[in-house]
């Protein structure tokens, strides 16, 4: 062991007498200072200095930012999206449907709450009339996006607004205590229009709305569009055009028909016409060959005779 200690310091010794060992080490750590040096100023430059207000020097201020880009994506998404027909009351509001809209497809049960009785007389309802049990008056709140194009004030159905939406559509609000619109004006989803109050045309229900969905001024049932889309929303179909398309359809049916028969009937017509002509013809052919047979007998009967 004492020998191989003995070599190890002997080679050592042999490269510290080198010319070249000391400068090289030189250059080495040189080289790994400069190194670290440069590292550490590249460091600095991406640290962003902070000010005495405890803020970056190389930041705007909070007043000065623009954080409108911030919600561009999100604006763009929301104004994309289709509204949903929405109740003209707060959804966590405990409301009822007291008056149904009157649909000649429902059932009698239905067909009843429909029904509105004024002076002896029952009306069928255009719309829904909405209530509380404790009939206190409440908020009435846009269906959709729009502009009031009508404010009034009815004898029979009390204060009334009228909006007008997109694609034709519009809705009815009836029965108001209060209204906090006036015509023209550009009204968004949500925004307060009035207060539930009472009318004369519906005294029985109490404090109650009355609300009307129209598409090209067809009133529809607004319970069949709630939480829907605009472009579900479609005027029905009058009950009289399907049976005048099957009347179309019959009418066009009877005169391909009759242009048929009228073919086929010019068509035998041709046939007899034909035929016709045909047993001419061989009336003729006879005729000529009992002639033809008639001179023959002839002749021969005369050359006999002179025989």
């Known amino acids: 062991m004492e020998e191989n200690k003995n070599v190890s310091k002997k080679d050592w010794k ?34 962003p200095e902070v000010s005495e207000q405890g803020q970056f020097e190389n930041q705007p201020p ?10 561009n994506e999100d604006s763009t998404a929301v104004l994309n999206q289709e509204e949903v027909v929405k109740m003209p009351v707060a959804e966590d509001m405990q409301t009822e449907i007291v008056t149904k809209f009157y649909d000649y497809n429902a059932d009698s049960e239905d067909q009843e709450k429909a ?18 049990k404790d009939q206190a008056a409440f908020d009435v709140f846009a269906s959709l996006s ?6 009034k ?24 205590g209060e209204v906090f619109v006036e015509a023209g004006t550009e009204i968004k989803q949500g925004d307060t229009i009035g207060t539930a109050g009472q009318n004369l045309f519906g005294v029985d229900n109490g404090v109650h709305v009355h609300f009307e969905l129209r598409k090209d001024g ?15 929303v479609k005027a029905p179909k009058a009950e009289g055009s399907e049976d005048e398309e099957k009347e179309e359809d019959n009418a066009e049916n009877e005169v391909d028909a009759d242009t048929e028969t009228g073919t086929d ?43």
């Open 115 to 132: 029904l509105i009785l004024h002076q002896n007389r029952y009306y069928q309802s255009d719309g829904i009339s909405i209530s509380t």
């Open 218 to 232: 067809a009133p529809l049932n607004p319970e069949e569009f709630f939480n829907q889309p605009m472009n579900k």
């Open 62 to 71: 909070e007043s000065s930012r623009d954080f409108s880009s911030d919600f």
């Open 265 to 307: 009937g010019d068509a035998d017509t041709d046939i007899e016409e034909e035929d016709d002509s045909v047993n001419d013809e061989d009336q003729e052919n006879s005729e000529d060959d009992a002639d033809s047979e008639a001179e023959e007998e002839n002749e021969s009967s005369a050359a006999m005779t002179n025989t």
């Open 14 to 47: 042999r490269i510290f007498r080198k010319k070249w060992f000391f400068p090289a080490a030189y250059l080495v750590l040189a080289a790994l200072m400069l190194t670290g040096v440069l590292w550490y100023q590249n460091s600095l430059k991406f640290v």
């Open 146 to 151: 729009g502009t009031v194009s009508e404010v």
């Open 153 to 176: 004030q009815d004898p029979l159905l009390g204060n009334v607004v009228k909006l007008e939406h997109a694609q034709e559509v519009s809705t009815y609000y009836a029965s108001l």
